[in-house]
T-cell receptor, first 109, second 116 residues
Framework: DAKTTQPPSMDCAEGRAANLPCNHSTISGNEYVYWYRQIHSQGPQYIIHGLKNNETNEMASLIITEDRKSSTLILPHATLRDTAVYYCIVRGRDDKIIFGKGTRLHILP | GAVVSQHPSRVICKSGTSVKIECRSLDFQATTMFWYRQFPKQSLMLMATSNEGSKATYEQGVEKDKFLINHASLTLSTLTVTSAHPEDSSFYIC????????????FGQGTRLTVV
């Protein structure tokens, strides 16, 4: 079973920051938090991952709470192309990747 | 990021025939690959873990004799759907771990299988 809980859907206005929450209260000390997204009829695309520090790359920022029980993916300036299902995944090194139901993000023009 | 290529992207086959799907890591070695199946409006469901040079590990409820997995090299895993039936129609996706890293997986673009 997936170790994460996400809201089923969210809306965000184009140009605004999209903040996607994820709860992972049973995360273990050696498990990473990963974010992937899936655009319709494509394979999942890697976005970002982190262990306990906040991370930023060209696509997004990942904010992990100090107790590591939750995290937030931030897309700083959402565009229509960011419309997708976003999956938050907890995974230890060499572990299986188990998908939950994800959050369907709608970017509104 | 690293590239994982799946082939074919779409396939239509007749009921009772077998279909092979290839998953290749193009610019890295992958000791471990994963195979998923996704039905419309549902999430990805892990079918099996493919290990180079050894037998695949199947998830509960997945028939290993129906979904044959071969991982003969560090860059190629194949999934063969044997004696396909219409209920096997689905979106099949593979992913690959970078050998020695084990913390970042990359996904193929998926294969849409339609059994008629």
């Amino acid at each position: 079973d997936a170790k994460t809980t996400q809201p089923p859907s969210m809306d965000c206005a184009e140009g605004r920051a999209a903040n996607l929450p994820c709860n992972h209260s049973t995360i273990s000390g050696n498990e990473y938090v990963y974010w992937y997204r899936q655009i319709h009829s494509q394979g999942p695309q890697y976005i970002i991952h982190g262990l306990k520090n906040n991370e930023t790359n060209e696509m997004a920022s990942l904010i992990i709470t100090e107790d590591r029980k939750s995290s937030t993916l931030i897309l700083p300036h959402a565009t229509l192309r960011d419309t997708a299902v976003y999956y938050c995944i907890v995974r230890g090194r060499d572990d299986k990747i188990i998908f939950g139901k994800g959050t369907r993000l709608h970017i509104l023009p | 990021g690293a590239v994982v290529s799946q082939h074919p992207s779409r396939v239509i086959c007749k009921s009772g025939t077998s279909v092979k799907i290839e998953c290749r890591s193009l610019d890295f070695q992958a000791t471990t690959m994963f195979w998923y199946r996704q039905f419309p409006k549902q999430s990805l469901m892990l079918m099996a873990t493919s290990n180079e040079g050894s037998k695949a590990t199947y998830e509960q409820g997945v028939e290993k004799d129906k979904f044959l997995i071969n991982h003969a090299s560090l860059t190629l895993s194949t999934l063969t759907v044997t004696s396909a039936h219409p209920e096997d129609s689905s979106f099949y996706i593979c992913s690959a771990d970078i050998t020695g890293v084990g913390t970042e997986a990359f996904f193929g673009q998926g294969t849409r299988l339609t059994v008629v």
